[in-house]
Nanobody, 115 residues
């Protein structure tokens, strides 16, 4: 069992940056995939960024070139650097770790981007 806790969300103006952190209670180094998802009000949860053992790193189309996912295996941490934020990025951001068939989620952290 792995617990994930996100932090770093907040209110920021458009064009600014935020860095989200996800702390895992144990090692997620060997997991099939770790990443970030987000859910805006009234919308489905969508992929933001993922690090997959099979296919490497990938990003949602709307964040490519502006967001960067990284990990610190020694500290059991996952990060999401978000630059040049846009109001459309307003959502709850969730950390995810998958070790099939198990799927772990954090409680989410709110990011609000004002125009």
């Amino acid at each position: 069992q792995v617990q994930l806790v996100e932090s770093g969300g907040g209110v920021v103006e458009a064009g600014k940056s935020l860095r989200l952190s996800c702390s895992a209670s144990g090692s997620i180094f060997s997991f099939n995939a770790v990443g970030w998802y987000r859910q805006a009000p009234g919308k489905a949860r969508e992929l933001v960024a993922i690090i997959s053992r099979r296919s490497g790193t990938d990003y949602g189309d709307s964040v490519k070139g502006r967001f960067t996912v990284s990990r610190d295996n020694a500290k059991h941490m996952l990060y999401l650097q978000m630059n040049n934020l846009k109001p459309a990025a307003t959502a709850v951001y969730y950390c995810n770790a998958t070790q099939e068939p198990l799927d772990y989620w954090g409680q989410g952290t709110q990011v609000t981007v004002s125009s």
